[in-house]
Protein backbone atom coordinates (compact mmCIF):
# COMPACT_ATOMS: atom_id res chain seq x y z
CA UNK A 1 0.00 0.00 0.00
CA UNK A 2 2.92 2.42 0.32
CA UNK A 3 4.60 1.45 -2.24
CA UNK A 4 1.45 2.40 -4.48
CA UNK A 5 1.10 5.81 -2.44
CA UNK A 6 4.47 6.58 -3.04
CA UNK A 7 4.23 5.87 -6.90
CA UNK A 8 1.05 8.27 -6.89
CA UNK A 9 3.00 11.04 -5.28
CA UNK A 10 6.00 10.75 -7.94
CA UNK A 11 3.64 10.76 -10.65
CA UNK A 12 1.91 14.16 -9.05
CA UNK A 13 5.45 15.67 -8.50
CA UNK A 14 7.14 14.84 -12.33
CA UNK A 15 3.47 16.14 -13.52
CA UNK A 16 3.29 19.32 -11.74
CA UNK A 17 7.16 20.16 -12.82
CA UNK A 18 6.41 19.32 -16.54
CA UNK A 19 3.34 22.03 -16.20
CA UNK A 20 5.41 24.23 -14.90
CA UNK A 21 8.40 23.67 -17.52
CA UNK A 22 5.59 24.07 -20.30
CA UNK A 23 4.12 27.49 -18.70
CA UNK A 24 7.27 28.92 -18.63
CA UNK A 25 7.90 28.05 -22.22
CA UNK A 26 4.92 28.99 -23.35
CA UNK A 27 5.47 32.95 -21.83
CA UNK A 28 8.74 33.16 -23.40
CA UNK A 29 7.31 32.15 -26.60
CA UNK A 30 4.64 34.73 -26.06
CA UNK A 31 6.92 37.04 -25.16
CA UNK A 32 9.38 36.54 -28.31
CA UNK A 33 5.71 37.08 -30.50
CA UNK A 34 5.01 40.20 -28.45
CA UNK A 35 8.47 41.53 -29.22
CA UNK A 36 8.08 40.41 -32.22
CA UNK A 37 4.69 42.51 -33.62
CA UNK A 38 4.60 45.54 -31.10
CA UNK A 39 6.30 48.63 -32.33
CA UNK A 40 9.94 48.67 -32.95
CA UNK A 41 12.71 47.97 -35.08
CA UNK A 42 12.08 46.76 -38.89
CA UNK A 43 14.56 44.67 -40.46
CA UNK A 44 15.36 44.07 -43.85
CA UNK A 45 18.20 41.97 -45.65
CA UNK A 46 20.05 43.74 -48.18
CA UNK A 47 19.29 41.85 -50.91
CA UNK A 48 15.85 42.46 -49.96
CA UNK A 49 16.31 46.19 -49.92
CA UNK A 50 18.19 45.75 -53.60
CA UNK A 51 15.43 43.52 -54.98
CA UNK A 52 12.37 46.02 -54.30
CA UNK A 53 14.81 48.87 -55.81
CA UNK A 54 14.80 50.81 -52.24
CA UNK A 55 16.29 54.13 -51.52
CA UNK A 56 17.69 55.72 -48.80
CA UNK A 57 17.51 60.31 -48.81
CA UNK A 58 18.10 63.19 -45.68
CA UNK A 59 15.87 65.84 -44.74
CA UNK A 60 16.33 68.63 -48.09
CA UNK A 61 15.48 72.82 -48.03
CA UNK A 62 12.10 73.09 -50.23
CA UNK A 63 10.35 75.92 -51.93
CA UNK A 64 6.95 75.66 -50.71
CA UNK A 65 4.02 78.23 -51.91
CA UNK A 66 1.66 79.92 -49.00
CA UNK A 67 -1.34 79.29 -50.70
CA UNK A 68 -4.98 81.14 -49.92
CA UNK A 69 -8.00 78.30 -50.65
CA UNK A 70 -10.68 79.13 -52.86
CA UNK A 71 -13.81 77.18 -55.30
CA UNK A 72 -15.78 78.68 -57.84
CA UNK A 73 -16.45 77.46 -61.20
CA UNK A 74 -15.46 77.49 -65.10
CA UNK A 75 -17.39 80.25 -66.92
CA UNK A 76 -16.89 82.58 -69.63
CA UNK A 77 -17.05 86.13 -70.02
CA UNK A 78 -20.80 87.92 -70.67
CA UNK A 79 -20.13 88.59 -74.18
CA UNK A 80 -19.41 84.87 -74.76
CA UNK A 81 -22.97 84.15 -73.32
CA UNK A 82 -26.32 84.68 -74.91
CA UNK A 83 -30.05 83.87 -74.65
CA UNK A 84 -32.02 84.14 -77.44
CA UNK A 85 -35.53 85.67 -76.62
CA UNK A 86 -38.71 86.56 -79.41
CA UNK A 87 -38.90 90.29 -79.71
CA UNK A 88 -42.60 89.67 -80.12
CA UNK A 89 -44.81 86.48 -79.22
CA UNK A 90 -45.83 83.58 -81.45
CA UNK A 91 -45.55 79.88 -82.42
CA UNK A 92 -42.91 78.02 -83.15
CA UNK A 93 -42.82 76.33 -86.64
CA UNK A 94 -39.40 75.28 -87.33
CA UNK A 95 -36.71 74.15 -85.02
CA UNK A 96 -33.79 71.48 -86.14
CA UNK A 97 -31.45 71.82 -83.50
CA UNK A 98 -30.04 70.09 -80.65
CA UNK A 99 -28.14 70.36 -77.33
CA UNK A 100 -24.75 70.44 -78.01
CA UNK A 101 -25.14 71.73 -81.41
CA UNK A 102 -22.83 74.04 -82.80
CA UNK A 103 -23.77 77.35 -84.56
CA UNK A 104 -22.12 80.07 -86.39
CA UNK A 105 -23.27 83.89 -85.68
CA UNK A 106 -25.95 84.91 -88.09
CA UNK A 107 -27.20 80.90 -88.29
CA UNK A 108 -30.86 80.76 -88.46
CA UNK A 109 -32.59 78.67 -85.41
CA UNK A 110 -36.44 79.05 -84.86
CA UNK A 111 -39.13 80.39 -86.85
CA UNK A 112 -41.81 81.95 -85.27
CA UNK A 113 -45.40 82.30 -87.08
CA UNK A 114 -48.05 85.02 -85.57
CA UNK A 115 -51.14 86.62 -87.96
CA UNK A 116 -49.99 89.59 -85.65
CA UNK A 117 -46.93 89.73 -88.01
CA UNK A 118 -49.04 90.22 -90.89
CA UNK A 119 -51.15 92.80 -89.56
CA UNK A 120 -48.02 94.64 -88.71
CA UNK A 121 -46.52 94.47 -92.08
CA UNK A 122 -49.66 95.89 -93.49
CA UNK A 123 -49.91 99.06 -91.27
CA UNK A 124 -46.53 99.18 -92.47
CA UNK A 125 -47.46 99.43 -95.80
CA UNK A 126 -50.99 101.50 -94.99
CA UNK A 127 -48.67 104.47 -93.18
CA UNK A 128 -45.72 104.24 -95.95
CA UNK A 129 -48.76 104.97 -98.55
CA UNK A 130 -50.31 107.92 -96.58
CA UNK A 131 -46.59 109.44 -95.54
CA UNK A 132 -46.42 110.43 -99.41
CA UNK A 133 -49.45 112.13 -99.54
CA UNK A 134 -48.51 113.98 -96.31
CA UNK A 135 -45.53 115.20 -96.98
CA UNK A 136 -46.61 116.56 -100.44
CA UNK A 137 -49.64 118.40 -98.33
CA UNK A 138 -46.76 119.29 -95.76
CA UNK A 139 -44.34 120.96 -98.58
CA UNK A 140 -47.73 122.55 -100.39
CA UNK A 141 -48.81 123.97 -96.57
CA UNK A 142 -45.20 125.45 -95.92
CA UNK A 143 -45.01 126.94 -99.27
CA UNK A 144 -48.22 129.10 -98.95
CA UNK A 145 -47.00 129.69 -95.39
CA UNK A 146 -44.25 131.31 -96.89
CA UNK A 147 -46.27 133.43 -99.00
CA UNK A 148 -49.01 134.42 -96.44
CA UNK A 149 -52.02 132.35 -98.42
CA UNK A 150 -52.60 129.62 -96.42
CA UNK A 151 -53.77 130.21 -92.15
CA UNK A 152 -51.21 128.95 -89.74
CA UNK A 153 -53.70 126.53 -88.19
CA UNK A 154 -54.17 124.76 -91.69
CA UNK A 155 -50.19 124.60 -91.89
CA UNK A 156 -49.79 122.87 -87.94
CA UNK A 157 -52.53 120.57 -89.28
CA UNK A 158 -50.13 119.18 -91.96
CA UNK A 159 -47.17 119.43 -89.83
CA UNK A 160 -48.60 117.49 -87.65
CA UNK A 161 -50.27 114.59 -89.48
CA UNK A 162 -47.09 114.32 -91.76
CA UNK A 163 -44.30 114.09 -88.80
CA UNK A 164 -47.12 111.93 -86.55
CA UNK A 165 -47.32 109.37 -90.04
CA UNK A 166 -43.60 109.46 -89.92
CA UNK A 167 -43.18 108.33 -86.42
CA UNK A 168 -45.27 105.60 -87.14
CA UNK A 169 -43.78 104.69 -90.01
CA UNK A 170 -40.35 104.74 -88.71
CA UNK A 171 -41.97 102.53 -85.50
CA UNK A 172 -42.93 100.19 -87.87
CA UNK A 173 -40.12 99.25 -90.02
CA UNK A 174 -37.70 98.83 -86.91
CA UNK A 175 -40.25 96.70 -85.60
CA UNK A 176 -40.14 94.44 -88.79
CA UNK A 177 -36.66 94.77 -88.70
CA UNK A 178 -36.33 93.55 -85.09
CA UNK A 179 -38.32 90.56 -86.35
CA UNK A 180 -36.01 89.88 -89.38
CA UNK A 181 -38.78 90.45 -91.50
CA UNK A 182 -37.15 92.44 -95.14
CA UNK A 183 -39.07 95.77 -95.31
CA UNK A 184 -37.94 95.99 -99.12
CA UNK A 185 -39.88 92.20 -99.34
CA UNK A 186 -43.29 93.82 -97.81
CA UNK A 187 -43.03 96.92 -100.01
CA UNK A 188 -42.78 94.68 -103.11
CA UNK A 189 -46.45 93.21 -101.59
CA UNK A 190 -44.12 89.77 -99.94
CA UNK A 191 -46.24 89.70 -96.60
CA UNK A 192 -45.28 86.47 -94.78
CA UNK A 193 -46.68 85.36 -91.23
CA UNK A 194 -43.34 84.13 -90.36
CA UNK A 195 -40.43 85.97 -88.35
CA UNK A 196 -37.07 83.93 -88.24
CA UNK A 197 -34.61 84.52 -85.40
CA UNK A 198 -30.43 84.57 -85.85
CA UNK A 199 -27.48 83.46 -83.77
CA UNK A 200 -26.63 86.63 -82.23
CA UNK A 201 -23.23 84.92 -81.59
CA UNK A 202 -20.94 81.83 -82.18
CA UNK A 203 -21.03 78.74 -79.73
CA UNK A 204 -22.58 75.28 -78.34
CA UNK A 205 -26.22 75.43 -77.75
CA UNK A 206 -26.21 74.62 -74.02
CA UNK A 207 -30.21 75.19 -73.70
CA UNK A 208 -33.15 74.39 -75.42
CA UNK A 209 -36.68 75.70 -73.90
CA UNK A 210 -39.25 74.95 -76.79
CA UNK A 211 -40.51 72.43 -79.31
CA UNK A 212 -42.22 72.72 -82.40
CA UNK A 213 -46.22 74.08 -81.98
CA UNK A 214 -45.07 75.84 -78.70
CA UNK A 215 -46.00 79.45 -77.93
CA UNK A 216 -43.73 81.73 -76.90
CA UNK A 217 -43.37 84.95 -75.49
CA UNK A 218 -41.09 88.46 -75.46
CA UNK A 219 -40.21 86.96 -71.42
CA UNK A 220 -39.29 82.78 -72.89
CA UNK A 221 -35.58 82.36 -73.06
CA UNK A 222 -35.81 79.91 -76.06
CA UNK A 223 -32.70 78.49 -75.92
CA UNK A 224 -28.85 79.31 -74.90
CA UNK A 225 -26.15 80.01 -76.71
CA UNK A 226 -22.48 79.92 -75.11
CA UNK A 227 -19.14 80.36 -76.70
CA UNK A 228 -16.32 78.28 -75.14
CA UNK A 229 -13.21 80.11 -77.13
CA UNK A 230 -12.41 81.74 -73.90
CA UNK A 231 -13.30 80.29 -70.67
CA UNK A 232 -11.80 81.64 -67.08
CA UNK A 233 -12.51 81.00 -63.64
CA UNK A 234 -14.97 82.57 -61.18
CA UNK A 235 -13.53 82.05 -57.69
CA UNK A 236 -15.01 82.90 -54.46
CA UNK A 237 -12.19 84.22 -51.41
CA UNK A 238 -13.12 84.76 -48.21
CA UNK A 239 -13.27 87.94 -46.64
CA UNK A 240 -9.87 86.89 -44.03
CA UNK A 241 -7.94 86.31 -47.06
CA UNK A 242 -8.29 88.90 -49.49
CA UNK A 243 -5.36 91.20 -48.26
CA UNK A 244 -3.34 88.88 -49.37
CA UNK A 245 -4.56 89.03 -52.83
CA UNK A 246 -2.99 90.68 -55.88
CA UNK A 247 -3.36 90.23 -59.61
CA UNK A 248 -0.76 87.94 -61.55
CA UNK A 249 -0.55 85.58 -58.55
CA UNK A 250 -0.52 81.90 -59.99
CA UNK A 251 -3.37 79.75 -59.30
CA UNK A 252 -3.51 75.67 -59.23
CA UNK A 253 -6.81 74.18 -59.82
CA UNK A 254 -8.62 71.24 -59.71
CA UNK A 255 -11.91 69.27 -61.68
CA UNK A 256 -12.43 67.44 -58.74
CA UNK A 257 -15.63 65.75 -60.47
CA UNK A 258 -13.56 64.99 -63.76
CA UNK A 259 -10.07 64.51 -62.83
CA UNK A 260 -7.55 64.72 -60.39
CA UNK A 261 -4.75 66.60 -62.88
CA UNK A 262 -3.88 69.56 -61.43
CA UNK A 263 -3.89 73.03 -63.97
CA UNK A 264 -2.56 76.28 -63.51
CA UNK A 265 -4.28 79.25 -64.19
CA UNK A 266 -3.38 83.39 -62.51
CA UNK A 267 -5.27 85.94 -60.62
CA UNK A 268 -6.67 88.81 -63.76
CA UNK A 269 -9.22 90.39 -61.74
CA UNK A 270 -10.10 91.36 -57.92
CA UNK A 271 -13.75 92.43 -57.33
CA UNK A 272 -14.37 95.20 -55.07
CA UNK A 273 -17.20 94.75 -53.10
CA UNK A 274 -17.96 92.10 -50.69
CA UNK A 275 -21.23 89.60 -51.14
CA UNK A 276 -23.80 88.91 -47.79
CA UNK A 277 -21.56 85.28 -47.48
CA UNK A 278 -18.51 87.48 -46.99
CA UNK A 279 -16.72 86.32 -49.78
CA UNK A 280 -15.22 88.33 -52.96
CA UNK A 281 -15.07 87.48 -56.55
CA UNK A 282 -11.68 86.75 -58.22
CA UNK A 283 -11.54 85.94 -61.70
CA UNK A 284 -8.42 83.93 -63.30
CA UNK A 285 -7.58 83.15 -66.56
CA UNK A 286 -6.24 79.89 -67.68
CA UNK A 287 -2.72 79.84 -68.60
CA UNK A 288 -3.61 77.15 -71.31
CA UNK A 289 -6.82 76.51 -72.74
CA UNK A 290 -6.27 74.84 -75.53
CA UNK A 291 -5.28 71.75 -74.25
CA UNK A 292 -8.39 70.90 -72.08
CA UNK A 293 -12.05 70.48 -73.00
CA UNK A 294 -13.35 72.67 -69.80
CA UNK A 295 -17.20 73.34 -70.39
CA UNK A 296 -18.73 76.00 -68.43
CA UNK A 297 -20.40 75.46 -64.99
CA UNK A 298 -17.57 72.60 -63.75
CA UNK A 299 -16.58 72.78 -60.16
CA UNK A 300 -13.43 74.11 -59.24
CA UNK A 301 -10.92 73.75 -56.25
CA UNK A 302 -8.38 76.33 -56.37
CA UNK A 303 -5.26 77.71 -54.54
CA UNK A 304 -4.16 80.71 -54.85
CA UNK A 305 -0.66 81.36 -54.35
CA UNK A 306 0.49 84.61 -52.13
CA UNK A 307 4.00 84.00 -51.30
CA UNK A 308 6.18 81.19 -50.32
CA UNK A 309 8.51 79.90 -47.40
CA UNK A 310 11.32 77.55 -47.00
CA UNK A 311 11.16 74.06 -44.71
CA UNK A 312 12.79 71.14 -44.83
CA UNK A 313 11.15 68.01 -46.69
CA UNK A 314 10.62 64.77 -47.79
CA UNK A 315 9.73 63.42 -50.67
CA UNK A 316 6.23 62.31 -50.75
CA UNK A 317 7.14 58.49 -51.40
CA UNK A 318 8.99 58.12 -47.73
CA UNK A 319 5.77 59.18 -46.09
CA UNK A 320 2.78 56.48 -44.90
CA UNK A 321 -0.34 57.64 -43.74
CA UNK A 322 -2.47 55.31 -41.70
CA UNK A 323 -5.29 55.72 -39.57
CA UNK A 324 -4.95 59.60 -39.60
CA UNK A 325 -1.23 59.48 -38.84
CA UNK A 326 1.93 59.70 -41.03
CA UNK A 327 5.28 57.68 -40.66
CA UNK A 328 8.65 57.90 -41.83
CA UNK A 329 11.26 55.53 -41.29
CA UNK A 330 14.29 56.56 -39.66
CA UNK A 331 17.75 54.40 -40.80
CA UNK A 332 19.06 53.21 -37.44
CA UNK A 333 21.78 50.70 -38.18
CA UNK A 334 23.36 49.44 -41.06
CA UNK A 335 25.44 46.49 -40.35
CA UNK A 336 26.09 42.55 -41.01
CA UNK A 337 24.46 43.30 -44.47
CA UNK A 338 21.31 44.08 -43.32
CA UNK A 339 18.98 47.74 -42.61
CA UNK A 340 17.24 48.32 -39.15
CA UNK A 341 14.48 50.90 -39.63
CA UNK A 342 12.47 52.67 -36.50
CA UNK A 343 9.19 53.98 -37.48
CA UNK A 344 8.91 57.54 -36.82
CA UNK A 345 5.49 59.81 -36.27
CA UNK A 346 5.98 62.77 -38.71
CA UNK A 347 3.66 66.22 -38.58
CA UNK A 348 3.40 67.65 -42.27
CA UNK A 349 3.17 70.40 -44.02
CA UNK A 350 2.16 71.35 -47.96
CA UNK A 351 3.28 69.49 -51.00
CA UNK A 352 5.32 70.67 -53.55
CA UNK A 353 6.93 69.59 -56.46
CA UNK A 354 7.09 65.72 -55.59
CA UNK A 355 8.14 66.46 -51.55
CA UNK A 356 6.36 67.24 -48.29
CA UNK A 357 7.22 69.68 -45.67
CA UNK A 358 8.15 67.94 -42.21
CA UNK A 359 6.74 70.47 -39.39
CA UNK A 360 8.78 69.00 -36.75
CA UNK A 361 11.94 68.54 -38.09
CA UNK A 362 13.63 68.96 -34.85
CA UNK A 363 13.25 65.31 -34.18
CA UNK A 364 16.04 64.73 -36.37
CA UNK A 365 19.82 65.61 -37.01
CA UNK A 366 20.63 66.53 -40.67
CA UNK A 367 22.86 63.41 -40.75
CA UNK A 368 19.89 61.15 -40.40
CA UNK A 369 18.73 58.82 -42.95
CA UNK A 370 15.08 57.79 -44.53
CA UNK A 371 13.40 55.61 -46.72
CA UNK A 372 12.71 57.30 -49.55
CA UNK A 373 11.39 54.56 -51.86
CA UNK A 374 9.67 51.29 -50.68
CA UNK A 375 8.39 52.91 -47.13
CA UNK A 376 4.74 51.82 -48.04
CA UNK A 377 6.11 48.20 -48.53
CA UNK A 378 6.97 47.51 -45.18
CA UNK A 379 4.13 49.74 -43.11
CA UNK A 380 1.32 49.84 -45.59
CA UNK A 381 1.02 45.43 -44.57
Not at 62 to 84: E, L, R, S
Not at 179 to 201: C, D, F, H, M, R
Amino acid sequence: MKKILYTILLIATLLSVSNCGNSEKKSAEAMETELATSPGLIQITKGQFENSRMALGSLEEKQFPITVQANGMIDVPPGNKAVVNATMGGYIRRTALLIGDVVKKGQLLVTLENPEFVTLQQEYMEVKQQLAYLQSEYDRQQTLMDENITSQKSFLKAESEYKTANARYNGLKKQLQMLNISTLEVEKGNISSVASIYAPISGSITKINVSKGSYVSPATAILEIIDNDHIHLELSVFEKDIMKLKEGQPIRFKIPEASEKDFEAEVHLIGSSISENRTIKVHGHLLDETQNNFLTGMFVDAEIETASKVGKALPETALVEIEDAHFVLLLKNEENGSYEFERMVVEIGPTAGGFTQIQNPHKFSSSDRFLIRGAFDLLGE
